[in-house]
């Protein structure tokens, strides 16, 4: 099965062409580039490199969120336009989880994404025998008072902290000295691991309603609720006209 | 005989959602709209992350509608166009990503239409253009007086130096309890009440063909909150009347000044505030009065609004001159001519 992934959560890129498990083509960008204008072009680069049109690939995948707003938008649109105009099987697996394939297979895994104020992403994930990684807990949005008050229960295993910002780091120290944290620079996605998960993911339904999971509400949103407003179910807020 | 070209065109440049399958950058085989509109009216005007958030929650449906009911599919299509500015970025950015996948799916011809250019052409659909020709531009976010010259040759004469039109029907919208989008609420109280608050009428006196329209919302405002602390009762559709009377004499002042340093046969109206009745009756009695031999164009109200046909008829023209972008494309949120 031919697998076109890739990622844009986050400040990296990475794309990646895989067929049967071999990496084809692996394209990996850490500088300060726009995802925007890279993301196409890369794609283009790494089916090239594997002497293959986008015609030939049976499947692609996303890293679908949490991350930066803006970054997995980019990402999902190409996805699902992709999927959708060439009528491909779509599958999206969460950032944080991909993030997770970077952690010792033994420990308990804690990927992380820095929302600033000393709030983060995170989920909790382990490898099962086949080193398959299952969830734990799901993907939130948090303090990381809550956060280390919810992984209390396991300070008996091994916490690994993966993507931790250097004020996330020292905030983990303090309360779990023990835990190892793999920082942002040696945290990187990879696409190609991100097929490897795809190939056991089931694929998206609906390809209209696939959206990135954003784990927050807009501000906007946040507020207009805050003030008791209800969601009007009668109300299409999106109507073609 | 010249073969038909197809463009399937994309538009996200704010909180409309629409594709568009354009024939020969004149014929409208579909134009898929999808409005947030009341979306946005939670919050009292467009949230820019929320916006993002519905293009993405849209796109591919739109894609599908626009070759469903235009009856063709992607082997039918010469070339795919988007507007990449200006607009709000994030949403520039979804239309951007999927025009330019679906180019490179179907190893099609990308297009880069400026969305100004697209209002001034939606004309297209709906007669000849005679070069050259004068079009006004007014909107939520624009309000500029362009001079066209020949196919694709813009020359901008007159800009706003502070709001757009639309912006200043929105937050006096506002103050009348209006919710956004205005505009068209306005329009009606305007058409049963009087002109008789005497609102200033801003660089009019100017020899120069920009706009002002911040005074005329400050006057306004002062006007009903004085009113306010002195429990005075205001006849809204007075106030909306004289803002209106004092907006039309400004746009109307300088698209005809403009008019008389370049004689042209056509004045295209694009943009928004072009569904506005007020603006469409003063601009036709002003051509009789004056007795200009001149065809005045408003676009139809499906088309004064965002939408992707205007963006396939602007992309003809650059079609034709072989103007292509490349995959590398990115939004530019304040592009201008």
């Not at chain 1, 992403?121 to 949005?141: C, E, Q």
């Not at chain 2, 500029?144 to 006096?172: C, H, N, S």
């Not at chain 2, 305007?190 to 100017?206: L, S, Y």
């Not at chain 2, 002003?286 to 396939?312: H, S, T």
């Amino acid at each position: 099965m031919k697998i076109l992934a890739f990622d844009t959560s986050n400040k990296p890129l990475s794309v990646a062409v895989v067929d049967d498990g071999k990496v084809l083509a692996h394209i990996e960008s850490t500088e300060k580039k726009t995802h925007s204008v890279s993301l196409l072009p890369d794609i283009k680069k790494g089916l090239e490199q594997s002497n293959l049109t986008v015609d030939d690939i049976d499947l692609i995948a996303v890293a679908k969120g949490p991350g930066s707003y803006t970054g997995v938008r980019i990402a999902v649109t190409v996805a699902k336009v992709l999927a959708d105009t060439l009528n491909k099987k779509l599958v999206g697996v969460s950032s944080l989880k991909l993030l997770a394939t970077n952690g010792d297979k033994k420990h308990l895994l804690v990927p992380l994404m820095d929302a600033r104020n000393d709030n983060a992403f995170a989920g909790v994930y382990v490898n099962n025998r086949d080193g398959r990684l299952l969830t734990v807990i799901s993907d939130h949005h948090t303090s990381m008072k809550n956060l280390f008050e919810t992984l209390e229960q396991y300070e008996s295993q091994e916490l690994e902290f993966i993507n931790a910002t250097p004020r996330l780091a020292e905030l983990i120290q303090n309360h779990f000295p023990k835990a190892s944290i793999i920082s942002t620079e040696d945290s990187l996605p990879d696409a190609a691991k991100l097929s490897k998960i795809a190939e056991t993911t089931p694929a998206v339904k609906d390809i209209d309603n696939f959206i990135p999971t954003y784990l927050r509400l807009t501000q906007a949103e946040h507020d207009w609720y805050a003030k008791g407003n209800k969601e009007d179910k009668n109300v299409s807020y999106v109507e073609e006209v | 005989m010249k073969k038909d070209t197809l463009i399937m065109s994309f538009e996200s440049s704010c909180d409309e959602t629409s594709v568009a399958v354009i024939k020969n950058g004149n014929e409208i085989l579909s134009n898929i709209i999808a409005t947030q509109i009341k979306s946005h009216q939670r919050f009292g005007g467009v949230v820019p992350e929320v916006a993002s958030r519905h293009h993405v929650e849209e796109i591919t449906h739109c894609i599908n509608l626009a070759l469903e009911e235009a009856k063709v599919g992607y082997q039918d299509l010469d070339a795919v166009a988007v507007t990449y500015g200006p607009g709000l970025v994030g949403s520039l950015l979804i239309g951007i990503m999927a025009a330019k996948t679906v180019a490179f799916a179907h190893n099609l011809p990308l297009i880069k239409v400026n969305h100004l250019a697209g209002h001034i052409y939606s004309a297209n659909i709906v007669t000849d253009l005679q070069y050259p020709f004068m079009s006004l531009l007014v909107s939520g976010g624009h309000t500029e007086i362009v001079l066209v010259t020949a196919p694709g040759v813009f020359q901008t004469l007159g800009d706003t130096r502070d709001d757009a039109v639309g912006e200043a029907y929105d937050k006096i919208g506002r103050i009348l309890g209006i919710n956004y989008p205005a505009g068209k609420k306005v329009d009606q109280m305007a058409a049963i009440g009087k002109d008789t608050f005497d609102f200033p009428r801003a660089m009019v006196q100017e020899d120069n063909l920009d706009f002002s329209f911040s005074g005329l919302k400050s006057a306004f405002i002062n006007r009903v909150h004085h009113a306010d602390q002195v429990h005075e009762e205001l006849n809204k559709n007075d106030l909306a009347a004289s803002f209106q009377g004092a907006v039309l004499d400004i746009l109307s002042n300088k698209t005809f000044k403009a008019l008389k340093q370049h004689p042209v046969k056509q004045l295209i109206v694009g943009g928004g505030v072009s569904a506005n009745q007020g603006l469409r009756k003063r601009l036709a009695q002003e051509i009789k009065e004056r007795n200009l031999d001149m065809e005045l164009v408003f676009p139809p109200l499906r088309l004064c609004g965002d939408n992707a046909a205007m963006i396939g008829a602007m992309a003809q023209i650059q079609y034709d001159k072989g103007d292509f972008a490349d995959l590398d494309l990115n939004a530019d949120p304040s592009l201008d001519f």
